[in-house]
């Protein structure tokens, strides 16, 4: 809750002096993706009203989650380029799958994360290549259907997804199904030098619904992680889609480390079916 404080404390003193804040239809979709940084989304002008609808879309994020432009990869596929977003999927004789489905462009390098480790594991990611807009092609996890990740999960005993939120802050949110390994990786990383936090079953973005993507392997079990933008950014020297795969730095490699070395000690071979 001192985060939330804190952040509304940040927006009134943005705000402070305007008569009005007038929220425009094309700054909605930032305004309610949850890597959006809702302060940049906000158009001051010479009204005032909106203010009530913006603080009530931070405070209320859930139900901003159902903003997708498109419902399904179905419809997604059918209304964009093939050019626009890319698949990519490696296979190897592991229990676990490292899931990337907002990569490129939508949560900015969670795929170089699970490119790196499909050197590993076996990996799938969905990346958005447009520019601008790669927003557009984010489908919520609930609502990520792209065939070739479902035929993968249903291969696979354990899911470690992986996806960004909007901080400035160097920090991790560990949710999942299987909360013994959640709350055990969470001490791996916060061990490792990092931060990170276990999140409740059944708050947002703790990927715990039995709907989540990540939760259609053969078990149901997974561990999700949520990684700031700051650590996101840090793990780069340039943090930009084209930049990132030629400037991967120390801190990058190191939270790999962290995360194999977890995955092949309490993972890999455990009899991990139901």
Known sequence: MLRIKNRIEELLKKIKGAEKVKLG?????????????LLKCITVKKTFPVLVTALASFLNPVSSLAADKYRNFEELKANESPFSFSVFSKEQDTDVLILSPH??????GTSELAKE??????AYLFEALKTPGAFDLHLTSTNFDEPQAL?????????LSLHGYASNDQHVLV????????????????????????????????????????????TGKSIQLELSTGLRKSMFNTFSLKGRSGTRNETFYNFIDTLSGFLNENVEGKGLTT
């Open 175 to 218: 949710g999942g199904t299987d909360r013994d390994k959640a709350e055990a990786i969470t001490n791996t990383i916060n061990n490792a030098g990092y931060s990170a936090e276990l999140l409740d079953a059944g708050t947002r973005l703790s990927g715990s619904s039995p709907n989540n993507v990540a939760n259609k392997n053969k």
């Open 117 to 122: 480790l499909s050197e590993t594991y076996s």
């Open 151 to 159: 035929e993968m999960l249903k291969e696979h005993e354990f899911t």
């Open 25 to 37: 239809r094309s700054h909605l979709p930032c305004t309610l993706h949850p890597e959006a940084k």
């Open 103 to 108: 990569g490129g462009g939508i949560e900015g």
